[in-house]
């Protein structure tokens, strides 16, 4: 900073978005300089990036964020600037003008980056200063495919192995040793500070790495430092403050949330129904959640003229994409081989369905996708200002709002663990953190009773 003052560069692409990136390049550099932060560039960004996520921040976010920094970067090896004002960059997240009340039409949603494979968006395929990491990185691919796990988490086990890799400086992957992982995991925890959640992700990402890619014993880990664990109570919103924030919804996103609230969902299960999700006779939702693990839900009765009112304005929209010769809806590769015309038929449709088509660089095909969480963030947090609530409301805290009012409904917590998708039920125990005891009862035996 000098005088007031902040210099970067910003090409023309970015400058409507300056305001933003001044705000996350201020956040990285205070940062680097609260933390001590060295390394190369890309150890820098990966920690500050892992740092947003701990705190919270959505992956639209911290994709902005590190677009700002590496932007940042090239400005100190090219030396051209502009200078743009301290005072022109907002500490608020600046929020693009929507339209106002709940009977307001959205803006166009814009088309998701293109893609002709369902696993092509993960960072694995970036490349290397070693072609031999890039080989073991391709087979880390190979392995999560053939598995059928999500892009998610490819994605993830991707950006920790890379980081991994950078953090030994490429050291060849064949003289890799359990000490490289325990020096990993304790830089992690005692110079990044990282969470406990975080440090085991990083955990289980290497242990399959070496495992499935390297295909060798991952050794004991014993006198590793670990993060410190804290005790995580969500934040859990009111019917009064639910009723509120979608007074302030415009459709869709006020049907999202309802269902995201009377269904428990989370976010991407709720954008990734499709039409043979919902048996409007048997009035049950069937929900593909975590792991490809299926459930069964009962559809909210109070919204089941909206689902309806929703389910032809998918048909219409699905019926003007075959008039104009449009290729259908994305679906994963295995399916979409399988069934070559599954992708323009009904029951395949998303729910939930962006206006605009995506265009397909590979083939030009046409293609429509999903409504994009981030504008759901967008307006949802727009709706949370409007309704004053002084909460940080994200779209997970419906889902931890439903299961709080079952439980506060007297269901029984194995119940709510069934309803949720938890494998474990240390996972749903959380809740009863969030639900103050409300009858104390007198001790007995149970032979008395």
């Not at 960004?45 to 921040?57: A, E, H, P, R, T």
């Not at 664990?229 to 949330?257: F, M, N, Q, T, W």
């Not at 240390?426 to 009773?449: G, N, Q, W």
């Given at each position: ?135 073991v990185m391709a087979k ?152 490809k693990k299926d459930r ?126 938890h494998s474990s039920l ?24």
């Open positions: 900073t000098q005088d007031g003052c902040v210099t970067l560069i910003l090409c023309p692409r970015y400058r409507a978005r300056y305001t933003d990136y001044l705000k996350w390049l201020r956040y990285f550099l205070d940062f680097c300089e609260k933390y001590h932060v060295a390394g190369s560039e890309s150890e820098r960004i990966d920690l500050f990036l892992n740092k947003l996520q701990q705190k919270g921040q959505s992956e639209q976010k911290r994709q902005q964020a590190s677009q700002a920094v590496s932007l940042y970067f090239v400005m100190l090896k090219g030396g051209a600037s502009v200078t743009l004002p301290v005072s022109s960059a907002p500490c608020a997240q600046p929020m693009a003008r929507q339209p106002d009340g709940p009977g307001s039409m959205p803006p166009d949603t814009p088309p998701v980056p293109p893609r002709h494979s369902f696993y092509n968006v993960a960072g694995y395929q970036e490349t290397s200063d070693s072609p031999e990491w890039d080989e880390l691919a190979a392995e999560i495919k053939v598995r059928h796990y999500s892009r998610k988490t490819l994605q993830t086990y991707a950006k920790w192995s890379r980081q991994f890799q950078r953090f030994l400086k490429s050291k060849p992957p064949a003289e890799l040793t359990t000490a490289d992982v325990k020096d990993y995991l304790t830089w992690l925890a005692v110079k990044c500070q990282v969470a406990a959640s975080t440090q085991n992700q990083a955990f289980n990402s290497l242990l399959f790495l070496f495992r499935h890619a390297l295909q060798r014993d991952f050794g004991e880990l014993r006198d590793v430092p670990r993060a410190k664990k804290s005790l995580y109570v969500p934040v859990v919103l009111s019917r009064a403050e639910i009723d509120a924030i979608l007074a302030h919804l415009y459709h869709p996103y006020g049907l999202i949330v309802k269902l995201l609230f009377g269904c428990g969902l989370r976010l991407f299960e709720c954008l990734q129904l499709r039409v043979r999700d919902f048996n409007f006779d048997a009035g049950i939702l069937t929900v593909h959640g975590k792991g069964t839900l009962p559809l909210p009765e109070s919204i089941l003229d909206d689902l309806h009112r929703q389910m032809q304005r998918v048909k219409e929209l699905h019926e003007k994409g075959l008039e104009q010769g449009y290729d259908g809806v994305f679906l994963d590769d295995a399916m979409e081989k399988k069934y070559p015309k599954a992708p323009k038929e009904l029951l395949h449709q998303w729910f939930f369905p962006q206006k605009d088509l995506t265009p397909v660089a590979e083939n030009g095909q046409l293609r429509r996708a999903h409504v994009h969480e981030s504008l759901l963030q967008k307006a949802l947090y727009l709706a949370v200002r409007k309704a004053n609530i002084p909460k940080r409301v994200t779209a997970h805290t419906f889902r931890h709002s439903y299961a709080t009012h079952l439980l506060q409904a007297n269901y029984d917590i194995r119940t709510i663990q069934t309803k949720l998708g240390k996972t749903t125990m959380i809740y009863t953190h969030c639900v103050p005891v409300r009858t104390v009862k007198e001790a007995r035996s149970p032979l008395d009773f």
